[in-house]
C-alpha cells in the first residue's frame, strides 16, 4: 500500500524537488559535462508534471500525441542557443536551422549518461523556429530559432514514464544523490496527490473580450490573393488570421492544454513557454517531420471541410472533398512539394493514397510521406528544406512569404512553424504550429489559416478559419 505523506510533505516535495533541480544548480564554469540521470516512475499525467514542477519564468516544452501514446516534457534551459533576426544574412533562410545542428554536434557527446539509460531513444533537444527567418516586430515572444537542452524531463512512451534530470552537479556529489533519492520516493503519487488541491483552487475564466475580429481583412486578403493568383504571380497562398481576445484575469494554460487534449484526442497537443511566463499552444494535427530508426514519415495534409452532424452528412461531406477538383488541387500542390524536395535530397520518398484525416471538427485531405534515411542526413538539415510547406505557406514559396510579410498585419511567430525535438541519435517529431495561440497573461492571440487557389471563395475560406478558431476558444475560454 502506497503510503500518502501528509500535506506539508508534498508541498514540500515538488518544492524541495525544484530547489534541487533549479535553484541550487552550480554555474557551468568551463563548458563542463552534463551529467543525465534518470528514473523510471508510475504513472502521472504529464500536464500534472508540468504544473507542479516548473518553476516561474523557467523555459518549457510539451508536446503530445495521444494516438502514439507518447509524451515530452522539458523543463528550464541548462544549456540553450537562441537564433535572433536573421535579416540579410546570406543564405538566411537555412543558416538558423544549421546553427541548431551545430548546438547539437558541439552538446551531444557532453552528456554523461548515468544508469542504464537508452539514451540514444530519448529526446534531448527541444527546438522551435518562427515561420520566417526575421521578424520587423520590435518585441518577439519566441526568437527565430530556439533549441535547448533541459535540467528536467519527463518523456511517457506508451506505459513506460523516465524521470530525467540533466545537472552540473558532479557524478557521485551528494546532492546528486539526493535528488537521486528524491526520484526514487514514489514520485507520481507525491507530486499527484498535492496537485488535485492546487487544481481546485485554480479559477475557470468564462468571460472574454474580442479585442479584434476584422473578419473583412481576412476576405480583403483573400481577395487580394485571389487577384495575384489571377495574374499568375503566385498559384496558391495560405491566408492566415489573428483573432485578439482578453480575459480579466489571466489565461489558466495547464487547464487550456487539458481541455485541448480532451477535445482533439487525434492531434498534437503543444506548448512552447518562455522565461516570460509567454506560452504558444495549440492542437496541431500536422506532422512536419518524424524520423524513428531511420524511418522518416512527413504529412501532406491540405484541403478542409467541416465534420457532419450524423455519420450519413459526414461521409457526404468526406466523399464531396475527396471529389473536389479545387481542394484536390490545393493539396496535390503539397504532396507534389514534399515528395520533390525530398528527392532532391535523394530519399526516394514513397506516397501512401490519399485519404481523409477526420479529426473531431474537421477532416481533412491527407497524404502521409515514407522515406528511408541515409545515414548523412541530420532531421535539422531536412526541415530546413521542407519548411514551409504549401500547406502553410503557398507556391512559389518565397513568393508567398514574401506577400505574407508585406500583407499580415501579425507576426505569425511560431504559427505554422516547426516545433519538436530530437534525440542524440538521428530520431525527431517536428509537427507544423498550426490551430494555435500565443498566451500572454490575459491576452491571447489566436491564429488560423486557410489555403487559396484559383477558385476559392472567400466566404467559404472565412467559414473554415472560424471553425478553426471556434476549436480553440472553446479550449482556450
Ligand atoms: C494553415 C492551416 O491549415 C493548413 C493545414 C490543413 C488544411 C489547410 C487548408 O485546408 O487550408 C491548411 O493548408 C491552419 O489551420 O491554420
Not at 535553484?23 to 559535462?33: G, T
Not at 500536464?47 to 515530452?72: D, G, H, I, W
Not at 518577439?140 to 534530470?165: D, E, G, H, S, T
Amino acid at each position: 500500500m502506497p503510503v500518502i505523506p501528509d500535506n506539508h510533505f508534498l508541498t514540500d516535495y515538488s518544492q524541495k524537488l525544484k530547489e534541487l533541480i533549479f535553484l541550487s544548480h552550480p554555474v557551468n564554469k568551463n563548458d563542463e559535462q552534463i551529467v543525465s540521470i534518470s528514473q523510471e516512475i508510475s504513472p502521472i499525467d504529464l500536464l500534472v508534471f508540468l504544473a507542479m514542477l516548473k518553476p516561474e519564468n523557467q523555459v518549457s516544452f510539451y508536446c503530445e500525441n495521444q494516438r502514439k501514446q507518447e509524451a515530452v516534457v522539458a523543463i528550464g534551459a541548462i544549456k540553450s542557443l537562441e537564433v535572433k533576426n536573421e535579416r540579410g544574412e546570406m543564405n538566411g533562410r537555412y543558416n538558423r536551422f544549421q546553427q541548431c545542428q551545430n548546438f547539437i554536434e558541439d552538446n551531444q557527446d557532453n552528456i554523461a549518461f548515468e544508469d542504464n539509460l537508452d539514451s540514444q531513444k530519448i529526446p534531448y533537444f527541444f527546438s522551435s523556429f518562427n515561420f520566417l527567418e526575421h521578424s520587423s516586430d520590435n518585441y518577439q515572444a519566441f526568437p527565430q530559432a530556439k533549441i535547448f537542452i533541459p535540467y528536467l524531463q519527463l518523456v511517457k512512451k506508451a506505459n513506460n514514464y523516465l524521470v530525467i534530470v540533466n545537472t552540473y552537479h558532479p557524478k557521485k556529489s551528494p546532492e546528486l544523490n539526493l535528488i537521486k533519492q528524491y526520484l526514487k520516493q514514489d514520485f507520481s503519487q507525491n507530486i499527484l496527490h498535492y496537485y488535485h488541491r492546487f487544481y481546485h483552487s485554480q479559477s475557470t475564466p468564462s468571460r472574454y473580450t474580442l479585442e479584434q475580429s476584422n473578419y473583412h481583412n481576412f476576405t480583403d486578403k483573400v481577395n487580394h490573393s485571389l487577384k495575384a493568383i489571377a495574374s499568375d504571380k503566385l498559384t496558391k497562398i495560405v491566408v492566415a488570421h489573428a483573432l485578439e481576445i482578453k480575459l480579466e484575469e489571466n489565461f489558466n494554460i495547464i487547464k487550456s492544454l487539458t481541455n485541448l487534449r480532451g477535445n482533439h484526442p487525434d492531434c498534437y497537443i503543444f506548448c512552447v513557454g518562455n522565461e516570460k511566463e509567454e506560452y504558444f499552444l495549440g492542437a496541431s494535427p500536422e506532422r512536419l517531420l518524424s524520423i524513428q530508426d531511420r524511418q522518416l514519415v512527413t504529412d501532406a495534409l491540405a484541403g478542409s471541410a467541416p465534420r457532419g452532424k450524423n455519420d450519413y452528412d459526414d461521409s457526404i461531406l468526406g466523399e464531396n472533398l475527396l471529389n473536389s477538383e479545387k481542394e484536390k488541387r490545393e493539396h496535390q500542390f503539397v504532396s507534389d512539394y514534399i515528395f520533390e524536395k525530398l528527392s532532391i535530397m535523394g530519399l526516394s520518398p514513397k506516397r501512401a493514397s490519399l485519404q481523409l484525416l477526420k479529426l473531431s471538427n474537421i477532416q481533412h485531405l491527407w497524404t502521409p510521406i515514407y522515406a528511408e534515411i541515409r545515414e548523412e542526413c541530420n532531421p535539422l538539415e531536412i526541415i530546413a528544406q521542407l519548411h514551409p510547406t504549401p500547406a502553410v505557406a503557398g507556391i512559389p514559396i518565397d513568393i508567398a512569404c514574401e506577400e505574407i510579410e508585406s500583407y499580415e498585419n501579425f507576426d505569425r511567430s511560431l504559427y505554422a512553424a516547426p516545433i519538436g525535438w530530437l534525440d542524440t541519435n538521428g530520431n525527431c517529431e517536428f509537427i507544423v504550429g498550426i490551430r494555435s495561440a500565443l498566451i500572454q497573461g490575459n491576452y491571447a492571440r489566436l491564429y488560423a489559416g486557410a489555403g487559396i487557389v484559383a477558385g476559392s471563395k472567400p466566404d467559404q475560406e472565412l467559414t473554415e478559419i472560424e471553425l478553426k478558431f471556434q476549436a480553440l476558444l472553446q479550449a482556450l475560454v
